[in-house]
């Protein structure tokens, strides 16, 4: 079976996947403890059943429980998710995306965070981005 997009997910299997990126690894409990009101057991199991088919969580065997992980790093996956915030919500525009969110943190940013920042925007000019 092919990987599914994040895009399509449901509520509930978005829900888990936050988990999981959140929290590195789960079982299933551990999963429905964070889970606005969480659903049975059984139907948990199918939502990490079908991520799984879906090629977007993968599991190890601990003793007698299953432990789930994202297949995706982290780091990747919230690339991914930018990239759909910026083009969906911000018709692609980098500058728009990055001025909302200075305005939703106050810009409360030190000197050197500042610095920090420009010295990134200045190396991503330079590599072509």
């Known amino acids: ?9 449901s509520r509930r299997e ?3 996947m936050e988990i999981l990126h ?5 079982t299933v409990a551990e999963i429905m ?12 199991r199918s939502i990490l059943r079908i991520l799984s088919e879906n090629q977007l969580i993968q599991y190890k065997e601990d003793g007698p429980r299953y432990v789930y992980y994202p297949a995706e790093p982290t780091e990747e996956a919230r690339d991914d998710a930018l990239e759909h915030v910026v083009r ?9 995306a990055v001025t909302a969110l200075l305005r939703i943190s106050d810009a409360d940013m030190s000197d050197t965070e ?8 200045r190396r991503a000019r330079l ?3």
């Open 1 to 9: 079976m092919t990987k599914k997009s994040t895009d399509d997910l």
């Open 14 to 16: 978005r829900q888990v």
């Open 22 to 26: 959140r929290r590195g690894e789960s």
């Open 33 to 44: 403890a964070e889970l606005p009101d969480p659903p049975t057991y059984s139907a948990v």
């Open 88 to 96: 969906t919500y911000f018709g692609g525009s980098t500058e728009q």
């Open 114 to 121: 500042v610095e920090r920042l420009r010295d990134r925007i």
């Open 127 to 129: 590599s072509g981005r």
